[in-house]
Nanobody, 123 residues
Framework: VQLQASGGGLVQAGGSLRLSCEVS????????MAWFRQAPGSEREFVAA????????YYTDSVKGRFTISRDNTKNTVYLQMNSLKPDDSAVYYC?????????????????WGQGTQVTVSS
């Protein structure tokens, strides 16, 4: 299974970005998916997750109401719509796939990881 994240970039505070994560090698519907992020000097942290068919979503408190995770199993792609971005959102964003765990905040529950996409929010 391979995950390819894209969509990062430089945006001003208050702006928006949409990240995409395309899954190949196996059908996306087999996996619960999540986004994590890691800023320089910080540990990787959970951002959002979505169940196998999109029936359940989970968010860390700092992004609730601003970020939306979604998936299109027909396109083998997961999305993270990020609105009202803040400088504190700057990080490398990683998508991750879990065969058995939905909504886990624990990165060790995820079996596959994408390469990361940089998001930089300027003040």
């Amino acid at each position: 299974v391979q995950l390819q994240a894209s969509g990062g970039g430089l945006v001003q505070a208050g702006g928006s970005l949409r990240l995409s994560c395309e899954v190949s090698g196996r059908t996306l519907s087999l996996y619960a998916m999540a986004w994590f992020r890691q800023a320089p000097g910080s540990e990787r942290e959970f951002v959002a997750a979505i169940g196998w068919s999109g029936e359940s979503t989970y968010y860390t408190d700092s992004v609730k109401g601003r970020f939306t995770i979604s998936r299109d199993n027909t396109k083998n792609t997961v999305y993270l719509q990020m609105n009202s971005l803040k400088p504190d959102d700057s990080a490398v964003y990683y998508c991750a796939a879990s065969r058995y765990y939905s909504g886990s905040f624990n990165s060790r529950k995820y079996d596959y990881w994408g390469q990361g996409t940089q998001v930089t929010v300027s003040s």
